[in-house]
């Protein structure tokens, strides 16, 4: 079966450990037909796909990282005698 599209797939993982575990698996099947896919998360979310993907039987070559910057902002430290409203804005 020849598998030549314009298809291109873009995953944008959430970032928490679950949502990267199950995207990367599922770029891995999707790239076993030779669609491109274009992974973009965070350097440190890269940094553990690749990790993963390393040993695996995968295709690599379909599967592109792209890092977003990690953004700079001011989280300011929790209250712990706060309310729970403010906890949760916090």
């Known amino acids: ?3 030549t599209s314009d298809v291109v797939v873009v995953m944008v993982p959430f970032v928490a450990q679950g949502h990267l575990n199950q995207l990367l698996h ?3 099947l999707i790239s076993a037909y030779n669609i491109p896919i274009h992974f973009i998360s965070t350097a440190t979310h890269i940094r553990q796909a690749r ?3 390393h040993g695996w039987n995968s295709h690599n070559n379909v599967i ?3 890092e977003l ?3 700079d902002f001011i989280s300011p430290h929790p209250n712990p005698n706060g309310t ?3 906890r949760a804005t916090a």
């Open 1 to 3: 079966m020849n598998m």
């Open 26 to 28: 599922l770029s891995r």
């Open 51 to 53: 990790d993963r993907l």
């Open 64 to 66: 592109q990282f792209h």
């Open 69 to 71: 910057p990690d953004p």
């Open 84 to 86: 729970a409203r403010e």
